[in-house]
């Protein structure tokens, strides 16, 4: 166990709706990322926040968007879903943001658009 | 822009053989690379990473990875393959703006 917490775990929704998938990051790290995984495309890195600011930010759409409250959770919401956003979503924490700093997993969440 | 390329898309090793799963890297200053390993249905796994020092890195389960700054490069490597290590398998970089970016995945099948 990753320490890492991910909800929903699987989430079928039809195409058109919006879905908000949520992400614990381990005690005490400050950094949350989230990561795309697509068969087709690999792990794609979709955005980064560091103590509820974004830090750094990837191939995500603008039909996506995520943010990092106070307490630290994060949140990833997908709108105007399109069969084609159908995907293992990750969500990663580290304890910084800096470069020798590995990051640690939580088990997805699978999205399924139909 | 920083990248990894892992040029194999799936390496077949004979259980008890040693296992080699490749990866190259570019980066511009200071390359931070990690290993992991993802089973079905699982999460990524951090297995090892390369900061600084001994270009021989050792990780987790057994595994190690060889950093090699003139061929740009840091395989996967373990002595002795277990069936039980058939998984997929990312190599990836922290780039300068401090996101993880991850190779395509090797597929790694050991053999009984």
């Known amino acids: 166990d990753s320490g890492v917490t991910q909800t929903p775990k699987h989430l079928i929704t039809a195409t058109g709706q919006r879905v908000t998938l949520r992400c614990s990051p381990r005690s005490g790290d400050l950094s949350v990322y989230w990561y795309q995984q697509s068969l087709d495309q690999g792990l794609q890195f979709l955005i980064q926040?560091?103590?509820?600011?974004?830090?750094a930010k990837g191939n995500i759409l603008e039909r996506f968007s995520a943010q990092q409250f106070p307490d630290l959770h994060s949140e990833l919401n997908l709108s105007s879903l399109e069969l084609g956003d159908s995907a293992l979503y990750f969500c990663a924490s580290s304890a910084t943001h800096t470069s020798g700093t590995e990051a640690f997993f939580g088990q997805g969440t699978r999205l399924t658009v139909v | 822009a920083q990248s990894v390329a892992q040029p194999e898309d799936q390496v077949n090793v004979a259980e008890g053989n040693p296992l080699t799963v490749k990866c190259t890297y570019s980066v511009s200053g200071n390359p931070y690379l990690f290993w992991y390993v993802q089973y079905p249905n699982r999460g990524l796994q951090f297995l090892l990473k390369y900061i600084t020092g001994d270009n021989l890195v050792k990780g987790s389960y057994g595994f190690e990875a060889e950093f090699n700054k003139s061929q740009t490069s840091f395989h996967l490597k373990k002595p002795s393959a277990l069936v039980s290590d058939s998984a997929l398998y990312f190599c990836a970089v922290r780039d300068g703006n401090d996101k993880i970016i991850f190779g395509k995945g090797t597929r790694l099948h050991i053999l009984p």
């Open positions: 926040y560091y103590n509820g600011e974004e830090r």
